[in-house]
Nanobody
């Protein structure tokens, strides 16, 4: 059974930082990604990292967010800096054995962690 567990969400003021974690044991050869969904909006791909470490970012977060994966800990991270009110959303990690784009087509998803940025 696939099990992805996000943590690290919370409330922060505009300009602040948060680091999200996703425990994803056993999926080192999968593509891994971070997504978010705000109320009334579609799920948005933020960043992905493939099995050889190639990374892609959405334009909306490029330069502010950093995705990384610790193989020893089987944990995926999303470092978020210079947060804005519009970054407020539920954040999800996901893994997929094949797909590695920014579309919401990953097979396995975590339950999400809420990020709230106040202006």
């Amino acid at each position: 059974q696939v099990l992805l567990v996000e943590s690290g969400g919370g409330s922060v003021q505009s300009g602040g930082s948060l680091r999200l974690s996703c425990a994803a044991s056993g999926y080192s050869r999968y593509c891994k990604g971070w997504f978010r969904q705000a109320p009334g909006k579609e799920r948005e791909g933020l960043a992905t990292i493939d099995r050889v470490g190639r990374i892609r970012y959405a334009e909306s977060v490029k330069g502010r967010f950093t995705i990384s994966h610790d193989n020893a800990k089987d944990t995926l991270y999303l470092q978020m800096n210079s947060l804005k009110a519009e970054d407020t959303a539920m954040y999800y990690c996901a893994v997929d054995p094949v797909y590695c784009g920014l579309g919401p087509h990953f097979v396995y998803w975590g339950q999400g962690t809420q990020v709230t940025v106040s202006s």
